[in-house]
């Protein structure tokens, strides 16, 4: 008797179709189209100025695209950061954003708050189903902690962990909402060889728990290691994608990061402009 095996299907979890953002008249992303499909880790990169972190917020909700849609499991996410985490995407930040005088783990509990129900009246009464819930949240943040290496430092302030640490603290703290799909924007800026291994490895230990992975990074070497498909930005306009032997073969790829002008390539001027007016939006929403 013949037996077959059925791969398991792919399910499309994130679905970015014709992504534009301008500022003003400056175009900081083109007309960008990325899937990603559960059980995938993929990689975004691009040199400095290339649209990447923009992409991101337009991902998470905290810009408003100026064009395009994105879709988490076929569903079309609201633009409000708040909403896209309960839907089921989390995200840490390129520059570390903990609560530094908070613990680790008070830092992990924050993250927990889309996944608990309990309200005001049940938080202040201090009722049976608030405790409830509280236990079970505090009991998951461990369970995170013992996942990312920290639980021994549980009751330590986030602001005396090493560097490295830190930044598996933000992943904890981005896996405490449960996400279906996980953005990481540069994990492993400023870490060692040794730290950056490690972060390799818990990012694989991440996809093996069935949440995909869309992770930004500057080191090369990393990104072609961990992603099973990789699509590269350059300023504001996705060039090239496919699996990690391809990109890096790609005469466009390595004239972006050698600094080797192609044709219809955006000057040095014209990414200083985008880089000026992004910053000059995110300072305007900062003061609303």
């Not at 975004?44 to 992409?55: C, D, E, Q, R, S």
């Not at 708040?82 to 613990?103: P, S």
């Amino acid at each position: 008797m013949t037996t077959t095996t059925t791969a398991p299907a792919t399910t499309t979890v994130l679905d970015a179709t014709g992504v534009t953002m301008r500022f003003g008249g400056l175009t900081a992303v083109r007309d960008v189209n990325l899937t990603v499909n559960s059980g995938e880790i993929v990689g975004l990169i691009g040199p400095n100025g290339a649209g990447k972190t923009t992409f991101f917020n337009c991902l998470t909700g905290l810009y408003i695209p100026t064009e395009g849609k994105v879709a988490y499991k076929g569903t079309v996410l609201p633009p409000k950061p708040h909403l896209v985490t309960q839907a089921g995407i989390a995200r840490t930040f390129q520059n570390i954003r903990l609560f530094a005088n908070m613990t680790v783990l008070e830092n992990v509990l924050v993250g927990r708050h889309t996944r608990t129900k309990e309200g005001l009246w049940s938080a202040l009464l201090r009722l049976p189903g608030f405790k409830k819930a509280e236990d079970a949240s505090r009991a998951r943040a461990m369970e995170l902690l013992e996942f990312t290496g920290l639980a021994a430092k549980a009751d330590h302030l986030a602001r005396n962990l090493p560097y490295g640490e830190q930044r598996k603290l933000e992943i904890a703290r981005a896996l405490a909402s449960e996400p279906g799909l996980l953005l990481l924007d540069e994990p492993t800026a400023g870490m060692n060889p040794q730290e950056t291994r490690a972060a390799e490895e818990l990012i694989f230990a991440i996809r093996d728990q069935g949440i995909a992975v869309l992770v930004i990074e500057h080191d090369i070497r990393f990104i072609m290691n961990l992603c099973d498909r990789v699509a590269v930005l350059v300023q504001g306009e996705k060039i090239v994608e496919g699996p990690a032997e391809v990109v890096q073969a790609d005469e466009r790829v390595i004239a972006a990061y050698l600094g080797t002008p192609f044709e219809g390539e955006p000057g040095a001027a014209e990414a200083a402009e985008v880089e000026a007016a992004e910053a000059q939006s995110s300072t305007e929403g900062d003061d609303k």
